[in-house]
T-cell receptor, first 116, second 109 residues
Framework: ETGVTQTPRHLVMGMTNKKSLKCEQH?????MYWYKQSAKKPLELMFV???????ENNSVPSRFSPECPNSSHLFLHLHTLQPEDSALYLC???????????????FGPGTRLLVL | GQNIDQPTEMTATEGAIVQINCTYQ??????LFWYQQHAGEAPTFLSY??LDGLEEKGRFSSFLSRSKGYSYLLLKELQMKDSASYLC??????????WGAGTKLIIKP
């Protein structure tokens, strides 16, 4: 039990659908992250939120839209996705450390997304 | 560019010892992490090294040499449940995590 939950765990959607992924952290952290994990590739950082403010957007296509209503919840809104977007989407959270940078990240179980 | 290299796959025998290597080239260094990820599950934090040397935590140890841009994760007394992917990640000068592609460890009886 890592204290970070994600729903749904599995999602199949067509290219014209709109869906949302949800992440909730129960660790009292102030930073949350979305990652994309494809087979045999490094984790790709998509978005970072610190204190609900987006601080990182790593050239992610606009068909992915994040939302962070508070420091415990993070959403990833999906629309008009492509088959190559099929992957495991991981949420993580961390606390800002004494040096000003994020400390250890704790991950949720991920949402396995398949785009048909 | 920034790069993390680790072997794609390794095989070891139950009860034995295995060493998983990680080499890195990053813009600055603010620590190195090892995570374990079982198939279909979340990556879970194993260890953190920021100074040179060996950090031991039960059956798992992690070593760091900053001058060589090198780390390894040592797993002793291997158990079947250790079959998983092991991810190496380095925090650069901007406190961004740079991830390796992971090493899939297969344990055989």
């Amino acid at each position: 039990e890592t204290g970070v939950t994600q729903t749904p765990r599995h999602l199949v959607m067509g290219m014209t659908n709109k869906k949302s992924l949800k992440c909730e952290q129960h660790l009292g952290h102030n930073a949350m992250y979305w990652y994309k994990q494809s087979a045999k590739k490094p984790l790709e950082l998509m978005f970072v939120y610190n204190f609900k403010e987006q601080t990182e957007n790593n050239s992610v296509p606009s068909r992915f839209s994040p939302e962070c209503p508070n420091s415990s919840h993070l959403f990833l809104h999906l629309h008009t996705l492509q088959p190559e977007d099929s992957a495991l989407y991981l949420c993580a959270s961390s606390q800002e450390g004494p040096a000003g940078g994020p400390e250890t990240q704790y991950f949720g179980p991920g949402t396995r997304l398949l785009v048909l | 560019g920034q790069n993390i290299d680790q072997p794609t796959e390794m095989t070891a025998t139950e009860g034995a010892i295995v060493q998983i290597n990680c080499t890195y080239q990053t813009s600055g260094f603010n620590g190195l992490f090892w995570y374990q990820q079982h198939a279909g599950e979340a990556p879970t934090f194993l260890s953190y090294n920021v100074l040179d040397g060996l950090e031991e935590k039960g059956r798992f140890s992690s070593f760091l040499s900053r001058s060589k841009g090198y780390s390894y994760l040592l797993l002793k007394e291997l158990q079947m449940k250790d079959s998983a992917s092991y991810l190496c990640a380095v925090r650069d000068s901007n406190y961004q995590l740079i991830w390796g592609a992971g090493t899939k460890l297969i344990i055989k009886p």
